[in-house]
């Protein structure tokens, strides 16, 4: 919504706003310009770029996304907050291969955002808000205002502070972890995995669980590997003993399905 006139208004909106910060995006400027380059056209990729309702702003390592249309009920708050949801979703999915991790955090919150002739303007309670709680967190993924937690309660949430939940976004391993452990051990039937859309990204979020428990014992930064652990006992909070067998098979998908054809599925 690139209107000239908006810096005219003292209006102070209160806006759903998506904060990303792509971590270790500093090593990555020194290590790799090509992966740099790859990074902006993923993040220039993204789902959100693509709905009306939205408009995206980027800058260096950062990702902003907010609502141009307000919702007018609490249906369309729900269909809001779930976008913005989807929209980290999918930018996990597309950093996954190249194991580039980031923290989000979604808030309700004043913001403005405008252009005054060269320059774009973009300012607010929420901005504010957003970056502090960002840079207090130790971990990475998704976290969202305790104030709009009830807005996601069917999803699987657990508590990270007293500002913030964590919300999982491995949507197949939930729909697995409700069968679990009936449905383990080898045998979850091939048919729900090879013909159902519940379960499409179980191959590339089991890449990410594995990805992150490795980096939780392994990374050679103390620093870089207590992010890890500390996401990945989040993880654990959430799918329990799910998580458990999970490692002591290493990850494998033939842990979940021997039979299931598991090169079929996308890796995003």
Request: charged share 25%.
């Amino acid at each position: 919504m690139h209107n000239k006139d908006l810096y005219t208004s003292n209006l102070m909106e209160k806006k759903y706003l998506l904060y990303i910060d792509i971590l270790g995006f500093s090593k990555l400027v020194e290590d790799d310009y090509k992966m740099v380059d790859e990074l902006y056209k993923i993040l220039n990729q993204i789902n959100a770029h693509y709905h009306p309702v939205f408009h995206v702003i980027c800058f260096s390592d950062t990702l902003l996304v907010y609502n141009v249309i307000d919702p007018v009920n609490i249906h369309d708050v729900r269909n809001c907050v779930q976008y913005l949801i989807e929209f980290v979703r999918d930018l996990m999915f597309r950093l996954a291969k190249h194991e580039i991790n980031f923290r989000a955090v979604i808030v309700f919150d004043e913001f403005k955002h405008y252009y005054r002739d060269k320059i774009e303007c973009f300012y607010g309670n929420s901005l504010i808000r957003c970056y502090k709680f960002e840079k207090q967190i130790n971990g990475m993924g998704l976290f969202i205002d305790k104030t709009l937690t009830n807005i996601i309660s069917s999803m699987p949430i657990q508590k990270y502070d007293e500002n913030l939940d964590f919300v999982s976004l491995l949507f197949s391993l939930n729909s697995i972890s409700k069968h679990y452990p009936n449905h383990c051990q080898s045998n979850f039937p091939k048919e729900l995995i090879d013909n159902s859309d519940e379960f499409m990204s179980i191959k590339i979020e089991i890449k990410i669980l594995k990805h992150i428990h490795n980096n939780s014992i392994n990374n050679s930064n103390p620093k870089i590997r207590s992010k890890y652990l500390q996401t990945y006992q989040l993880y654990k909070n959430i799918y329990g003993e799910l998580l458990i067998y999970l490692e002591k098979s290493n990850f494998e998908l033939k842990s979940i399905s021997l039979d299931a054809k598991w090169s079929l599925l996308s890796d995003y």
